[in-house]
């Protein structure tokens, strides 16, 4: 069973950054392909970035892309989400996800950003 523990939401105003975190447990990180997806307020969820379990192939969706960074750190188990130029619409929720290499999916439980205008 693997976990995901969602980090470093919080507060900004717009054109700010902040960067989240997502600390993995109870697999073997290294070889899981991780994202980042999004859900703001009375919208379904939708993909922001992706990455690799390599790190070597990221993608993004297009309302982040040149904003935002995903990277991971697989002697750590985390991976992050670097955010920059945030944008009112940038607010919601955030959540790391998980598949592995038999396609199981883990989703944290999720952590506010709210970015001010």
């Known amino acids: 069973q693997v976990q995901l523990v969602e980090s470093g939401g919080g507060l900004v105003q717009a054109g700010g950054s902040l960067r989240l975190s997502c600390a993995a447990s109870g697999g073997t990180f290294s070889t899981y392909t991780m994202a980042w997806f999004r859900q703001a307020p009375g919208k379904e969820r939708e993909f922001a970035a992706a990455?690799?379990?390599?790190?070597?192939?990221?993608d993004y969706a297009d309302s982040v892309k040149g904003r935002f960074t995903i990277s991971r750190d697989n002697a750590k188990n985390t991976v992050y989400l670097q955010m920059n130029s945030l944008r009112p619409e940038d607010t919601a929720v955030y959540y790391c996800?998980?598949?592995?290499?038999?396609?199981?999916?883990?989703w944290g439980k999720g952590i506010v950003v709210t970015v001010s205008s």
């Open positions: 996800n998980a598949v592995t290499t038999n396609y199981e999916v883990y």
């Open positions: 990455i690799s379990w390599s790190g070597r192939s990221t």
